[in-house]
């Protein structure tokens, strides 16, 4: 089998290329029997909930997703963070102190890094083990991973604006659901809730929208001076927010039932895309090799400009991997879909792309 071959595969077996894509790639008389024998064995007794969506757990609330508000993480690590999502993405800081930074993500969102995150020797044992695996299949097919390195911190919970938004509905609707809404307001503007998912990952449910959330510049400083000098670069997208968890089949049907993400092409693997109104998308998959539950296993922004050489560059400089991504698309200056795959100071796994909100079809 060719690299390129099994570059396609690995994409699809990562759910990154659709099935779809993949045929199209390689031609669907010739790979339609291999597709099967080769990605078979890798998804046999790893992945379950394999098969057809389950139906929704409640009644659609018809809210739509009009912001990303913020994204919520603990690291261990907190100034190198920090610092990373400031030089190298160019988020603006609106504060930064020992125990926690708020940055904006371009003018479309938000983060909130929270210092204190130490990881068990049980957690780290376990993605040592699934490390492991992923090289050794990698070695299989003549392909070698980067250096493992632990993750360091976590997202723990995100919050998303929807509309229409009413407090008292929004939280009658909820329970209605079973959900146990949890109020969370903060001054005169903000009103929230939390809610658990199907695997417990705390979502958070705002007023937040176009008109009410950060109409003040960021104007905030980094409380130590940077190491390293700002790209050029413009964080313009959110590629996809990568959710793994127990059971796809529960899990998107949640998402769609109560904050009206809409699944875009079918399963790939134990896989599902999801289009997040024009705020960006999601790609749910089936959690392999690492505890229960549900997490975030890395973020894709698109920016902008994209150069291939510059962004590799700026990555290794800060002593991040640069592994190419091109959804098997072949090299990444000649590919439709570019992107490297990379690891933050504290281990969480990042990916920039070239895609922007006018060229999602590249992705998606």
Same mark, same amino acid.
């Given at each position: 089998?060719?690299?390129?071959?099994?570059?396609?595969?690995?994409?699809?077996?990562?759910?990154?290329?659709?099935?779809?894509?993949?045929?199209?790639?390689?031609?669907?008389?010739?790979?339609?029997?291999?597709?099967?024998? %080769?990605?078979?064995?890798?998804?046999? @007794?790893?992945?379950? @909930?394999?098969?057809?969506?389950?139906?929704?757990?409640?009644?659609?609330?018809?809210?739509?997703?009009?912001?990303?508000?913020?994204?919520?993480?603990?690291?261990?690590?907190?100034?190198?963070?920090?610092?990373? #999502?400031?030089?190298?993405?160019?988020?603006?800081?609106?504060?930064?102190?020992?125990?926690?930074?708020?940055?904006?993500?371009?003018?479309?969102?938000?983060?909130?890094?929270?210092? @204190? #995150?130490? !990881?068990?020797?049980?957690?780290?044992?376990?993605?040592?083990?699934?490390?492991?695996?992923?090289?050794?299949?990698?070695?299989?097919?003549?392909?070698? %991973?980067?250096?493992?390195?632990?993750?360091?911190?976590?997202?723990?919970?995100?919050?998303?604006?929807?509309?229409?938004?009413?407090? *008292?509905?929004?939280?009658?609707? %909820?329970?209605?659901?079973?959900?146990?809404?949890?109020?969370?307001?903060?001054?005169?503007?903000?009103?929230?809730?939390?809610?658990?998912? !199907?695997?417990?990952?705390?979502?958070?449910?705002?007023?937040?929208?176009?008109?009410?959330?950060? /109409?003040?510049?960021?104007?905030?400083?980094?409380?130590?001076? !940077?190491?390293?000098?700002? /790209?050029?670069?413009?964080?313009?997208?959110?590629?996809?927010?990568?959710?793994?968890?127990?059971?796809?089949?529960?899990?998107?049907?949640?998402?769609?039932?109560?904050?009206?993400?809409?699944?875009?092409?079918?399963?790939?693997?134990?896989?599902?895309? %999801?289009?997040?109104?024009?705020?960006?998308?999601?790609?749910?998959?089936? *959690?392999?090799?690492? @505890?229960?539950?549900?997490?975030?296993?890395?973020?894709?922004?698109?920016?902008?400009?994209?150069?291939?050489?510059?962004?590799?560059?700026?990555?290794?400089?800060?002593?991040?991997?640069?592994?190419?991504? /091109?959804?098997?698309?072949? !090299?990444?200056?000649?590919?439709?879909?570019?992107?490297?795959?990379?690891?933050?100071?504290?281990?969480?796994?990042?990916?920039?792309?070239?895609?922007?909100?006018?060229?999602?079809?590249?992705?998606?």
């Amino acid at each position: 089998m060719s690299n390129e071959q099994n570059t396609l595969l690995e994409a699809f077996d990562g759910g990154r290329l659709s099935r779809r894509k993949l045929l199209k790639a390689l031609g669907a008389a010739a790979v339609l029997a291999p597709v099967t024998a %080769l990605t078979m064995p890798v998804l046999r @007794g790893e992945q379950t @909930g394999m098969g057809p969506l389950e139906p929704a757990p409640f009644k659609p609330t018809g809210w739509k997703t009009v912001l990303l508000d913020h994204l919520s993480c603990k690291v261990a690590d907190l100034q190198k963070e920090t610092d990373c #999502y400031n030089t190298l993405l160019n988020w603006a800081v609106r504060s930064d102190s020992a125990q926690e930074s708020v940055l904006d993500i371009g003018d479309f969102g938000g983060i909130v890094i929270r210092s @204190g #995150y130490q !990881p068990s020797a049980d957690q780290v044992a376990l993605e040592k083990a699934e490390y492991d695996r992923r090289a050794a299949l990698a070695s299989a097919r003549g392909r070698k %991973l980067d250096p493992f390195m632990p993750r360091n911190g976590v997202f723990d919970n995100f919050c998303w604006g929807i509309e229409p938004w009413d407090a *008292r509905k929004v939280e009658a609707a %909820l329970k209605e659901r079973g959900l146990d809404p949890v109020a969370d307001n903060h001054g005169h503007d903000f009103e929230s809730f939390h809610v658990k998912d !199907p695997d417990g990952f705390d979502i958070q449910i705002s007023n937040g929208n176009r008109h009410n959330r950060r /109409t003040t510049p960021a104007r905030g400083h980094l409380s130590t001076a !940077p190491p390293f000098a700002h /790209t050029d670069w413009k964080t313009v997208w959110i590629d996809h927010i990568s959710i793994q968890c127990s059971d796809y089949r529960k899990t998107v049907p949640f998402y769609q039932a109560l904050l009206g993400w809409q699944p875009t092409e079918g399963v790939q693997g134990t896989a599902k895309l %999801l289009n997040i109104s024009d705020i960006g998308g999601a790609i749910i998959r089936n *959690r392999i090799g690492i @505890g229960q539950g549900a997490r975030i296993d890395h973020i894709s922004y698109g920016i902008a400009p994209f150069n291939p050489a510059e962004v590799k560059a700026e990555l290794e400089k800060r002593g991040m991997p640069a592994s190419v991504d /091109t959804n098997g698309e072949g !090299p990444i200056e000649t590919a439709a879909y570019k992107s490297y795959n990379t690891l933050t100071p504290n281990g969480l796994g990042l990916q920039v792309s070239n895609v922007t909100i006018a060229t999602r079809e590249a992705s998606f």
